[in-house]
């Protein structure tokens, strides 16, 4: 999501319009978590779909260590940091709102 669409690519039509950083955790989670199963989405839940996956993912793979003020992403944000932010601060900025409990206090208060 991140490349440039070439001008007369019949292929346009199947890219998006602008970054969607939650498909980044659909294509990788299974890998990551060593799980062999395909997620099936709806159009009618999709939106609540890459939701879940987002929160499921970040939440198993993000580490924030509030001693050493350090946050350990997924390599995949790092490789495709671009569409989750310009910045690593806006990085975190925006996947902050993935995470739960005690992670999410931590990065909050990291970001403060």
Known sequence: STNQK??????N???L????????????YGTMSGSHELK??????L????????????NSFLC?????K???LPKIIDWYSRDFGNSPRQVLENIV?????EKKEELIALLQ
């Open 64 to 68: 924030v260590t509030i001693t050493k």
């Open 70 to 72: 350090t946050v350990h």
């Open 40 to 45: 099936v989405f709806s159009p009618k839940t």
């Open 97 to 101: 709102r993935y995470l739960r409990n």
């Open 17 to 28: 319009e602008y970054p969607e950083p939650r498909i980044n955790f659909v294509l990788n």
């Open 47 to 58: 939106d609540e779909d890459l939701e879940n996956v987002s929160i499921q993912y970040l």
């Open 6 to 11: 070439k001008q007369n690519d019949p292929r």
């Open 13 to 15: 039509f199947l890219c």
